[in-house]
DNA sequence: CGTTTGACTACGC
DNA sequence: CGCGTAGCCAAAC
């Protein structure tokens, strides 16, 4: 797959994309992964599509105490990807709820209604990040 | 130092 | 909808 020239790097990117996400919203390893260039936009399609993988790894890796909204960050199906019942996924649901994200009954949010639309210009050019629509 | 393990996703059934 | 699989390698054991 894709993977970080350099993790520490990377990791640190994705935790700062991660904090630009507002209370209330949801994103997706796979949306985080596609905002984070140089390397996504070239890379082979059967590499590219591994890369969310490593945004999971960061997140995995998340240090604690720097107010990271960690729990804004689910997989591309709309659901939580701990394990169903697990102490970690309830945590994540339950932080998620606060914010007034709920689950329907097949454990999904709708991403139409609380997906992340995205950072802000300003943040994307502090990070020398692609803009949305230079996304595939 | 060898083996196992992932906070993924698209795709086929 | 749900389940299984390939792709792929740095960490964690």
């Not at 960050?73 to 169903?84: C, D, K, L």
């Not at 994200?101 to 992340?116: E, H």
Request: glycine residues 8%.
């Amino acid at each position: 797959m894709f993977y970080p020239p350099n993790p520490t790097e990377f990791f640190a990117t994705v935790w700062e994309i991660v904090q630009q996400i507002p209370p209330g919203s949801v994103s997706s390893y796979g949306q985080i992964a596609s905002m984070i260039s140089p390397g996504n936009e070239t890379e082979p399609e059967r590499m590219r599509h591994l890369a969310p993988r490593w945004v999971g790894t960061a997140m995995r890796k998340t240090p604690r105490g720097k107010s990271i909204p960690w729990h804004r960050v689910i997989n591309s199906q709309g659901s939580i990807s701990f394990p169903a019942g697990s102490a970690q996924a309830e945590e994540q649901r339950r932080l998620l709820a606060l914010e007034g994200v709920a689950f329907d009954a097949n454990g999904k949010v709708n991403f139409a209604r609380v997906g992340w639309r995205g950072p802000d210009a300003a943040f994307l050019r502090r990070l020398g990040l692609l803009p949305p629509h230079l996304l595939k």
